[in-house]
């Protein structure tokens, strides 16, 4: 049971545009987003997250929206830059559930210079 | 910022062995770590989680007798993995968090290699 679904597995983007990862979830229950980098052999590295109270979260060139009727959340990268070539994963939980992340399957991101 | 210092970054084990994997909060205090592992271009699945001084609680379908965790410090959690098969090799991430601010940080991850 995918609680967490990110349907497109890679996304190529030009330099300087924007980029557009999207992520869907079936519980309704989830309070809390957040999306994460992540190079091969390392640890997740923290983007950018959302509460279930906001529709859209901004940090410079990250911004995050969600939509909690459409069970559906976006990062957009803009203008995205061949460094944020890697793995997102966005991430949700319930606050009152010990606050454990359940990932989705991650898309891969490459910005072409 | 918070920082999770993961131990060993990389391991190679022969089957049957067991092997243990440190994940430790150098600037603030784990009351709860989650352990998760990832195979190849695969997401990041909850194993457990454990707060400080009491058992962890595992996911469905993760055995607790092969991967054993200890979270008896508020600064240390660690995961064996006893009698290693090589269905076990895996990438193995530890993510900690503070009770006092709404946070996840993740260590630099383990990769298992049993042979």
């Known amino acids: 049971d995918q609680q967490v679904k990110q349907n497109s597995p890679s996304l190529s983007v030009q330099e300087g545009r924007i980029s557009i990862l999207n992520c869907d979830y079936t519980n309704s229950m989830f309070d809390y987003f957040l999306w994460y980098k992540k190079y091969p052999a390392e640890g997740p590295t923290f983007l950018i997250s959302i509460s279930s109270i906001k529709d859209k979260n901004e940090d410079g060139r990250f911004t ?46 490459q910005v072409k210079p | 910022g918070a920082v999770v210092s993961q131990h060993p970054s990389w391991v190679i084990c022969k089957s049957g062995t067991s092997v ?17 592992r990832q195979f190849p271009k695969k997401s990041l699945m909850l194993m457990a989680t454990s707060n400080e001084g009491s058992k962890a609680t ?38 900690a968090r503070d009770r006092a601010w709404y946070g996840y940080t993740f260590g630099s991850g383990t990769r298992l290699t049993v042979v």
């Open chain 2, 20 to 36: 243990k994997i440190e994940c430790r909060s150098l600037d603030f205090q784990a009351t709860t770590m989650f352990w998760y």
């Open chain 1, 64 to 109: 995050v929206f969600l939509n909690k009727s459409a069970k559906h959340l976006s990062l957009h990268i803009v203008p995205s830059q061949p460094g944020d070539s890697a793995v997102y994963f966005c991430a949700a939980s319930r606050s009152s559930n010990t606050g454990k992340l359940i990932f989705g399957q991650g898309t891969t991101l």
């Open chain 2, 58 to 95: 595992y996911e469905q379908g993760v055995e607790k007798d092969k991967f054993l965790i200890n979270h008896a410090s508020l600064t240390l959690s660690t995961l064996t993995v006893t009698s290693a098969h090589p269905e076990d090799s895996s990438f193995y991430i530890c993510s």
